[in-house]
């Protein structure tokens, strides 16, 4: 239920507070399993408790996603400004505004802003839905489905929004620079870290 300013009640509120920053995580166990693999034992020492951000807004966190794609974390940050202020009036748009949005105007290849398109019209026509609720394999297949979503964002996707905790972007550039591997390598690697592997990318 809203509260009398129509926003949400408290008891709708602490879920989703609590799914965004993981507090249900079982860290000891987590921890523990991840403790296994020398390289991370160093790091889990200094700062045990790992956690997996979740998202308040699922299409938020999918659309950042891919504006995200190939570009830095200061340029996706100005892009998502950008669409905030070109079709949301400063807000975060909702899916129905950008169905037909031409959101490559602001500045992003057109097969991006495209794929935004596709995701709206996914979100709005109900036939996907992005929350901690959907299987997981079916969250990923439903993505992976649209135009210009690969397996790094379906992943990504499935990390912060579904609550995957062994959501695994294998073609992360930052994991493979960390792991001097390949993709193939590091999913070879990250067997290892099953079924944890959502959080073996925060150590």
Known sequence: EADADGGLAVAELLPKVRCLFDLDADSETIDAALACEKRFRAQLARSPGLRVPGAWDGFEIAVRAILGQQVSVARAR?????????????????????????VSAIGMPGNR????????????????VLDEHQDNADLVAGLVALPGI?????????MRVGRDPDAYADADWVLLKQLQQTAAQARKTALNWRPWRAYALMV
């Open 78 to 102: 100005d892009l998502a400004v950008a669409l905030c202020a070109r079709f949301g009036d400063g807000l975060f748009p909702a899916p129905q505004q950008l169905v037909e949005a031409d």
């Open 113 to 128: 802003g495209g794929a935004v398109r596709a995701l709206a019209r996914a979100v709005a026509d109900g036939g996907l």
């Open 150 to 158: 690969g397996p790094w964002t379906a992943g990504y996707v499935a």
